[in-house]
C-alpha cells in the first residue's frame, strides 16, 4: 500500500496466512523496508542480519515512546492492539543507556547461570509426567496444548514463584496481549488485569520470600539500588511474556521441521548429529519471535539507500534476517542441522538488550525435545503442513495446533 507520505508499505498480515511469504517479501525490499503493523500504524523493518546487528547496538535509536512521533501526536490510540508490547511499562526493556546498565545489573544478580541451571532437573521432571500423560496408545494429540505449552508455563510459575491455579486466567490474558484481534474495549483491561496479577504477586512475596526469582528480583541490591515495586512488576510481565511464548513456539517449530525433513530427523535419532543443533537451526530458519517491537529513532539514521526519519518507529523482523543469503549463505532458505556455521543468528536479540531469557529457553528445549522423541521416536504430523495454521500475533511464529500422530 501507498501512504499519503508516498512511501510505499508492506502491510503485515494481521492474521499470518503466510509468514514465509512475508519474510520473503521483507528481505526483497532491502535492508530496511517501509511496513504498516496492524491498525494502520506505520514503522519500519530491518530485514538483514548485518543491518539489523549494527541498528540494535546503535544509540541513535531508542526504548523512550516519547520519541516516536506518532505517539506524541496521539495518532496511536491507547487501545491499540499491540500497545503492550510497545509500550509495557518501565522494565530494562523500555530503557537504555545508565538505566538499563542499573536495572540490567539488579535483574543478573536474580536470573543467575546457577538458578537456570538448577531448574534443569525439575525441568526434566516436568517432562517426564508431560509425556506420561499422553495417550498411551500413541494416537493423534495436540502436542501445543499436551506439552509444548503447559511445559514452558509450568517452569516460568515455578521460577518466579507464581501461584499454579493463576496460569488458565494467564493464558487467557497473554492471548489476547499478543493477539492483533484482541477488541478495544478488552486491550486496557487486559493490560490491567496483568499489571494487578504480577503487583499482587510481588506483594505476596514482599511478604513472605522464598527460593523463586521474584524474591530474588525483590532483594536484589547494588550499590543500595534496589528495584521499585513498579519495575518489577513490569519487568516479571516481561520476563513471563517472552519465556513462556518464545519456548513454545520453539518445541513446537523444531517438531514441525523434523516432522518435513525425515533426512533431518534421521541424523539426530542416530546420534549423528546433536539436538543442541536442532534447537539452533529452529531458531533461526523458523525463528519463534517473527517481529520485535520497537525502537524510536532520536535522530535521521541511514540504512543502506533509506533513511529512519527522526521520530520514525523501528522493528526487527526476524523471521526474514534469520534467512538473509548475506548472512548464512546461498542454503539459507533450507533447515539443515548440518550447517557448518552455528550459532550465527540473533534470534534471541544482539547488543544490550539481548534476552537475559535465552538460556533458559535453550535449556527447555534442550531436555523436552529428546525426551520426547527418546519416547515417540516415530511421532509424525497427523495432517499436512501446509494444513497448520498461524495466531493472529504479528510478533510471534505461532501456531494454534500442533496435531501430531504419536505412533507414526
Given at each position: 500500500?501507498?501512504?499519503?507520505?508516498?512511501?510505499?508499505?508492506?502491510?503485515?498480515?494481521?492474521?499470518?496466512?503466510d509468514?514465509?511469504g512475508?519474510?520473503?517479501?521483507?528481505r526483497?525490499?532491502?535492508?530496511?523496508?517501509?511496513?504498516?503493523?496492524?491498525?494502520?500504524?506505520?514503522?519500519?523493518?530491518?530485514t538483514?542480519?548485518?543491518?539489523?546487528?549494527?541498528?540494535?547496538?546503535?544509540?541513535?535509536l531508542?526504548?523512550?515512546?516519547?520519541?516516536?512521533?506518532?505517539?506524541?501526536?496521539?495518532?496511536?490510540?491507547?487501545?491499540?492492539?499491540?500497545?503492550?508490547?510497545?509500550?509495557?511499562?518501565?522494565s530494562?526493556?523500555?530503557?537504555?543507556?545508565?538505566d538499563h546498565?542499573?536495572?540490567?545489573?539488579?535483574v543478573?544478580?536474580?536470573?543467575?547461570p546457577?538458578?537456570?541451571e538448577?531448574?534443569?532437573?525439575?525441568?526434566?521432571?516436568?517432562?517426564?509426567?508431560?509425556l506420561?500423560?499422553l495417550?498411551?496408545?500413541?494416537?493423534?494429540v495436540?502436542?501445543?496444548?499436551?506439552f509444548?505449552?503447559?511445559?514452558?508455563?509450568?517452569v516460568?510459575?515455578?521460577?518466579?514463584?507464581?501461584?499454579?491455579?493463576?496460569?488458565?486466567?494467564?493464558?487467557?490474558?497473554?492471548?489476547?496481549?499478543?493477539?492483533?484481534?484482541?477488541?478495544?474495549?478488552?486491550?486496557?483491561?487486559?493490560?490491567?488485569?496483568?499489571a494487578?496479577?504480577?503487583?499482587?504477586?510481588?506483594?505476596a512475596k514482599?511478604?513472605?520470600?522464598?527460593?523463586?526469582?521474584?524474591s530474588?528480583?525483590?532483594?536484589?541490591?547494588?550499590?543500595?539500588?534496589?528495584l521499585?515495586?513498579?519495575?518489577?512488576v513490569?519487568?516479571?510481565?516481561?520476563?513471563?511474556?517472552a519465556?513462556?511464548?518464545?519456548?513454545?513456539?520453539?518445541?513446537v517449530?523444531?517438531?514441525v521441521?523434523?516432522?518435513?525433513?525425515?533426512?533431518q530427523?534421521?541424523?539426530?535419532?542416530?546420534?549423528q548429529?546433536?539436538?543442541?543443533?536442532?534447537?539452533?537451526e529452529t531458531?533461526?530458519w523458523s525463528?519463534?519471535?517473527?517481529?520485535?517491537?520497537?525502537?524510536?529513532?532520536?535522530?535521521?539514521?541511514?540504512?543502506g539507500?533509506?533513511v529512519i526519519?527522526?521520530?520514525?518507529a523501528?522493528?526487527?523482523?526476524?523471521?526474514?534476517?534469520g534467512?538473509?543469503?548475506?548472512?548464512?549463505?546461498p542454503?539459507?532458505?533450507?533447515?539443515d542441522?548440518?550447517?557448518?556455521?552455528?550459532?550465527?543468528?540473533?534470534?534471541?536479540?544482539?547488543?544490550?538488550?539481548?534476552?537475559?531469557?535465552?538460556?533458559?529457553s535453550?535449556?527447555?528445549?534442550?531436555?523436552?525435545?529428546?525426551?520426547?522423541?527418546?519416547?515417540?521416536?516415530?511421532?509424525?504430523l497427523a495432517?499436512?503442513?501446509?494444513?497448520l495454521?498461524?495466531?493472529?500475533?504479528?510478533?510471534?511464529?505461532d501456531l494454534?495446533?500442533?496435531?501430531v500422530?504419536?505412533n507414526?
Open positions: 500500500m501507498t501512504t499519503g507520505t508516498g512511501i510505499s508499505r508492506i502491510a503485515l498480515d494481521p492474521f499470518v496466512t509468514l514465509d512475508e519474510s520473503a517479501a521483507l526483497a525490499a532491502g535492508p530496511l523496508a517501509a511496513v504498516e503493523l496492524p491498525g494502520g500504524v506505520p514503522v519500519w523493518a530491518v538483514r542480519h548485518a543491518e539489523a546487528k549494527a541498528l540494535l547496538t546503535d544509540p541513535r531508542v526504548k523512550d515512546i516519547n520519541v516516536w512521533g506518532a505517539w506524541r501526536r496521539g495518532e496511536i490510540p491507547a487501545d491499540w492492539p499491540l500497545i503492550g508490547l510497545a509500550n509495557p511499562g518501565r530494562m526493556l523500555t530503557v537504555d543507556g545508565a546498565r542499573r536495572m540490567r545489573t539488579l543478573a544478580q536474580a536470573l543467575t546457577r538458578r537456570v538448577l531448574m534443569r532437573e525439575r525441568i526434566g521432571k516436568l517432562t517426564q509426567d508431560l506420561d500423560a495417550p498411551a496408545d500413541g494416537g493423534v495436540d502436542l501445543k496444548a499436551a509444548a505449552y503447559p511445559l514452558p508455563m509450568y516460568v510459575a515455578e521460577l518466579m514463584g507464581i501461584d499454579e491455579a493463576l496460569l488458565p486466567r494467564l493464558k487467557v490474558l497473554f492471548e489476547k496481549f499478543f493477539s492483533t484481534q484482541t477488541p478495544p474495549a478488552e486491550v486496557i483491561a487486559t493490560l490491567t488485569e496483568l494487578g496479577m504480577m503487583a499482587a504477586t510481588v506483594a514482599r511478604a513472605e520470600p522464598g527460593d523463586d526469582l521474584t530474588a528480583l525483590i532483594l536484589a541490591s547494588a550499590d543500595g539500588d534496589h521499585t515495586d513498579e519495575e518489577i513490569a519487568t516479571l510481565q516481561l520476563m513471563i511474556a519465556g513462556h511464548e518464545t519456548t513454545i513456539s520453539l518445541i517449530n523444531a517438531v521441521n523434523l516432522s518435513t525433513h525425515p533426512d530427523r534421521e541424523l539426530v535419532l542416530s546420534g548429529a546433536d539436538w543442541s543443533a536442532v534447537v539452533e531458531l533461526r525463528t519463534p519471535t517473527s517481529h520485535v517491537l520497537i525502537r524510536f529513532a532520536t535522530e535521521d539514521v541511514p540504512v539507500e533509506k526519519p527522526a521520530g520514525d523501528l522493528i526487527v523482523s526476524y523471521g526474514a534476517l534467512r538473509d543469503e548475506e548472512a548464512h549463505g542454503s539459507a532458505g533450507e533447515f542441522i548440518t550447517r557448518e556455521i552455528k550459532n550465527r543468528h540473533i534470534s534471541f536479540g544482539h547488543g544490550p538488550h539481548v534476552c537475559p531469557g535465552a538460556a533458559l535453550r535449556l527447555e528445549a534442550g531436555v523436552a525435545l529428546p525426551a520426547l522423541y527418546a519416547r515417540f521416536p516415530h511421532l509424525d495432517v499436512p503442513a501446509a494444513e495454521h498461524h495466531k493472529p500475533v504479528v510478533t510471534q511464529n494454534f495446533e500442533l496435531p500422530r504419536l507414526g
